[in-house]
């Protein structure tokens, strides 16, 4: 496989994962988690992809995104542990 190939399957696969994350949070109460790692996880796809066709613009939204992504996952979490502490 090429690597210009490889390029497009990756941005697809993190297109599809960031559309159905957005999807996700559109339901009455979200799993906050896993709505984060699908976030993590498609922005790491569009970073990747990115990488083989750059577009500085895009790359920084995607930098911006992992950490926000990464942010949300530990608050979630936290606020999932505390929530069992109770």
Known sequence: MN??????IIGYIGMITCVVA???VQKEKPNMI??????LF???CLLISLLIHMNIASFSLEIFWIIGSMYGLIMAIKRKNKNIKK
Request: net charge negative; charged share 5%.
């Open 3 to 8: 690597i210009d190939l490889f390029g497009n």
């Open 22 to 24: 957005f999807f996700m």
């Open 34 to 39: 896993l709505y984060n790692i699908s976030n």
């Open 42 to 44: 498609a922005s790491s």
